[in-house]
């Protein structure tokens, strides 16, 4: 899971006063027109109350919610208050405090006609509104997101519904999804559910009840699943987290319906050169011929026969590489499925999700009906206790058996270690993964070093755990343990320069992708990086990691590429040029995100690299990034399984800018 500790993001934020959450915490007045409370789980996983109550303030209306959750030990709080004209037409709004552990929220806007004075973020802009408009800035507090279903109701379900702050404007859809009945003992509820596009990177379910009061919502928060339920609703937690799961796959579905394959069954592509991957010589003017989702036959034009009649895509100039692997992802989402696609990835290893989710996720796309990459499901374990992490832990060594048999069971390769495990546990879950032949990787539990962590059977290991610097003595020592182990390692170079970044340098400086994002995720990252240090600094901090990554790699070790999400397929690309920045060659470095990681996952016979026989997995670039490895950001088409699309239209059908 990201890698929160890694460096303390101190970014320039406000907290609030205790004092000041306690008394928003009161709800149920004697003036409140309404009142509620949610219960707040983080992959289902209880862990927090937002309450909020609707006041009358003379013409108008006015909410207070107050939004309150500890994951991991980290107490987030978020106050928001929204005047509203009795239309809902917002007149004053405002929210203060972090919306997830590492995103500050402080943003204040004043309505006056068609004029809002939009305070976000530290600048302050006047921004022109339309007719209609809302109020919302992220996913919390959802009783935001409750009046902003009202206010959508109320003015003609518009198909587009502008919102401050954005970018001048964001654009979201709403849909009204259907009604159904929940039911809880002697007691049924008919529900009204929407999902809700453009208040968050991708699409959100909220229940509202017949007087339009919230009943449940799911997003997702730093990338994973985040689910609020109507307090006394709480048994039918699993309930929403299904019917959600059942209606983003619907949206999948609808989304590669309207980016069907350019092709498919047979065809080749002819006249690039071919970038294999095994390290043998590029091949100029090649052909490559693929039948039933494999390649049947790739070389030198003159030497691959083409049966007549077989379908010929001419892509001169162009150079082909294997599909690339992104071996560290929280595909929690299924806008994920065509961003990976149109960057040119074929294969995620997941890395902690909602069980439910990225078994169906994973379904739907190995079934043809759903377009994105191969998905490769590591399932997460952590040790037990308040600070825990997800809904799935073994406390005792006991508890190993039954944990890696529920993955093992639902088609898990691996299982993942989470950071509260000890080092009798971590050696159980080893021992009984290795016994179904799953493999382990995961963190370094806390109070575990590397070496223990390997010593007690982790095949791989995920970040950069290895303290000091490269050429110490420890160093070297802790690297030999790993080489002589066999240890695979997934740096998360990029994750950690994305987070470590001198809050003064802008992303695009190093992360040119920043600028094709939606609107939401730029407000994400916008206030990303560390306060109060240089650029200067956090690149000697980010440097200091290379070179452990190149003495990893000229060490014999193998390094895979691996995002932890950061810019939704750029990461991999700037994954990729970070090792280039270490000293790996380019083909080192595109072997890491290809062959390397497909021998880590003991994929290498069927993907990988360019060869006959195996997985139609590519993609095709405008430019060689042999040549010089940025050109890897030149994606112009991806084949996954033999269905080749066009990243432009992929790109932009979850919003990005191709
Ligand atoms: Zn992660």
């Not at 992708?513 to 200067?536: M, Q």
């Not at 088409?637 to 066009?646: F, L, N």
Request: charged fraction near 20%; charge should be neutral.
């Amino acid at each position: 899971m990201r890698a929160m500790r890694m460096v303390a993001v101190a970014i320039a934020g406000m907290t609030i006063a205790a004092g000041a959450m306690a008394s928003l915490a009161r709800t149920g007045s004697a003036a409140a027109l309404e009142h509620g409370r949610l219960r707040l789980f983080y992959v289902q996983k209880p862990i927090g109350l937002e309450t909020y109550e609707i006041t009358r303030a003379g013409d108008a209306v006015e909410l207070k919610s107050d939004f309150d959750f500890t994951d991991r030990g980290g107490r987030v709080q978020l106050a928001a208050t929204l005047r509203a004209a009795r239309d809902l037409t917002p007149l004053r709004f405002r929210a203060t405090g972090k919306s997830y552990r590492f995103v500050n929220v402080d943003s204040e806007i004043t309505i006056d006609g068609r004029a809002a004075l939009v305070r976000a973020d530290g600048a302050t802009e006047t921004v022109t509104v339309p007719q209609t408009f809302f109020t919302v800035d992220g996913y919390a507090p959802f009783a935001v997101q409750m009046l902003l279903v009202r206010y959508w109701r109320q003015h003609g379900r518009p198909p587009v519904i502008q919102t401050v702050p954005g970018r001048p404007v964001n654009d979201v859809v709403i849909e009204h999804r259907g009604r159904e009945t929940i039911r809880i003992g002697p007691q049924s509820l008919v529900l009204d559910r929407y999902a809700i596009d453009g208040v968050v990177w991708g699409r959100e379910t909220l229940w509202l009840d017949d007087s339009g009061a919230i009943v449940a919502a799911i997003t997702r928060a730093g990338g994973l699943g985040f689910e609020a339920v109507r307090e006394d609703l709480e048994p039918m937690l699993g309930d929403f987290v299904q019917r959600s799961i059942r209606d983003r796959l619907g949206d999948l579905e609808a989304i590669t319906r309207s980016v069907p394959p350019l092709r498919r069954g047979s065809f080749a592509l002819v006249g690039a050169t071919v970038v294999d991957a095994t390290g043998r010589p590029p091949v100029h003017d090649a052909a490559i011929l693929i039948r039933n989702g494999r390649i049947a036959d790739v070389g030198p034009r003159a030497d691959v026969s083409v049966p007549a009649g077989t379908p010929i895509a001419d892509v001169t100039g162009k150079t082909v590489i294997p599909g690339l692997w992104d071996m560290h992802t929280h595909a929690t989402q299924i806008e994920w499925a065509p961003v990976y696609m149109a960057a040119g990835v074929t294969t995620v290893r997941d890395m902690g999700n909602e069980l439910e989710f990225v078994t169906a996720l994973r379904d739907a796309i190995s079934s043809g009906r759903a377009v994105g990459p191969r998905v490769l499901a590591a399932g997460l374990v952590d040790g037990g206790g308040p600070d825990a992490f997800g809904v799935v832990y073994a406390a005792t060594p006991e508890a190993a058996p039954a944990v890696v048999a529920k993955y093992h069971d639902a088609g898990f390769e691996q299982i993942k270690i989470y950071s509260l495990l000890t080092p009798a546990i971590v050696e159980a879950i080893c021992s009984e993964a290795h016994r179904f032949g799953m493999t382990v990787t995961g963190h370094v539990p806390n109070g575990m070093t590397i070496d223990q962590a390997v010593s007690a059977g982790m095949d791989q290991i995920a970040h950069l755990a290895i303290r000091g610097d490269a050429g110490s003595d420890d160093v070297n020592r802790t690297i030999a343990n790993l080489k002589a182990r066999g240890t695979v390692i997934d740096p998360t170079q990029s994750w950690n320069e994305l987070l470590g970044h001198a809050a003064g340098t802008p992303i695009a400086a190093f992360q040119p992708g920043v600028t094709k994002i939606p609107p939401p995720l730029n407000r994400l990252f916008s206030n990303a990086g560390v306060a109060g240090i240089d650029a200067a600094t956090a690149r000697a901090r980010v440097e200091r990691g290379l070179r452990i990554v190149k003495a990893l790699h000229d060490a014999g070790v193998p390094v895979v590429a691996g995002t932890d999400e950061g810019i939704p397929g750029h990461s991999v690309y700037r994954e990729i040029e970070l090792y280039v920045e270490a000293g790996f060659t380019p083909l080192e470095a595109l072997q890491a995100a290809t062959i390397v990681s497909a021998r880590a996952m003991k994929l290498d016979r069927e993907a990988g690299t360019i060869e006959p026989g195996k997985r139609a997995d590519l993609a095709i670039l405008d430019a060689n990034p042999i040549d010089e490895i940025r050109n890897i950001r030149t994606v112009r088409w991806s084949i996954a399984g033999g269905r080749m699309y066009e990243s432009s239209a992929l790109w932009k059908s979850v919003r990005f800018q191709p």
